[in-house]
Each structure stands twice: as C-alpha cells, then as structure tokens.
C-alpha cells in the first residue's frame, strides 16, 4: 500500500508540474540578479541574427571582471579563477550584418567598462563597411564624445561636450 501511495503522490506531482496551471512563464527575478548574472557570466555567447527566417549575420558577447592586483607577500591566496576584489566590469560585442542590394556587410564592435558600482567609465563603438567607418568613444571622466568618420579620401573628427549634448 505504501510503494502504491508514493507512486501515485509523485505522479500527481509530475502531471502538476508539467501539466498544471500555465497562467506564470516562470518566477519573477530582480533586474539586480539579471544584470549580475549578465556581466559575471564566464562564457562568450556567439549568436546569430535572422530576418524573416533568413540568417543576415552573427554577434558575440564576451564579459570580463577587472580585479584589483594582491599583494606577492599576501599569504592569503585565492584560489584560480576567484575574483578577490572586483574593480570593475567590461562587456565586448562584435559581428556583422549583411544588408542592401547588392549585398553589403556592416562590421560592427563595441566595449563597455563599468567601474565596481557599475557606473559606466568608458564606451567605444566601431561600424564599418568597405566604403566607410564611424567610431564613436567616451570616456566618463572626460566628459566627451569623440567622432570620428573614415572614408578613402577622408577623415573628420569631431569631439563633443556632454554640455553640447544637453539641450540640443
């Protein structure tokens, strides 16, 4: 009687797990959760991007953690791989899309360094196709942004003040 009891307890917690209400995708998760899991995750993530079911192109999205150098006398080690104090957060993003007719390809790459709190201390953004390139950089310190745009016969470059940036 005992064995028949636990067997038909556990099967009728299966067809309530996989047959249940459906009204919930899932369980809420904080924003804070998700962006730590984002920016610590240890692998690169290759992905590739589709229009109407064709493949138009593939991105990859790689993370790292800044760490703060110990000391050579400290007896105290961590062990590989163990980040001792964080110092801060980058996030790298590269690929291309095929685009137009004829077809043309964009190359495009970018970084983002965080600092420890997670504020943004530096960004850079690069497009390029075989007739031209914009590269974007900005540095919080600084508080500007460069521009600058590349083609065969010319090269402008313009830096801009987050001051010029606020009331346009």
């Known amino acids: ?3 028949a009891g ?3 307890a556990m099967t009728g917690l299966r067809w309530r797990a996989e047959y249940g209400t459906r009204r919930t995708l899932g369980t809420p998760v904080a924003t804070g959760t998700v962006v730590e899991k984002v920016l610590t995750a240890p692998d690169v993530s290759s992905l590739s991007i589709y229009r109407n079911g064709t493949r138009i192109g593939f991105c990859h ?3 790292s953690i800044g760490e ?3 000391r050579l006398e400290d007896e105290n080690t961590t062990p590989e791989g163990m980040v001792n104090r ?3 957060y980058k996030v790298h993003l590269e ?3 095929i685009y137009g007719e004829p077809v043309q390809r964009i190359r495009f790459d970018s970084t983002l360094k965080l600092d420890r709190n997670r504020q943004w201390c530096e960004f850079s953004a690069r497009l390029s196709t075989h007739l031209a390139t914009v590269e974007v950089r900005s540095v919080a310190n ?3 942004v460069h521009l600058t745009l590349e083609d065969e016969d010319l090269r402008t470059e ?3 003040r987050f001051s010029e940036l606020e009331n346009p």
Do not use: I
Request: charged share 10%.
């Open 1 to 3: 009687v005992v064995p």
């Open 6 to 8: 636990v067997w038909g």
């Open 61 to 63: 999205w790689s993370t």
């Open 68 to 70: 703060a150098l110990s």
């Open 86 to 88: 964080v110092t801060g």
């Open 95 to 97: 690929g291309n899309l």
């Open 142 to 144: 600084e508080q500007t």
């Open 158 to 160: 313009r830096v801009l």
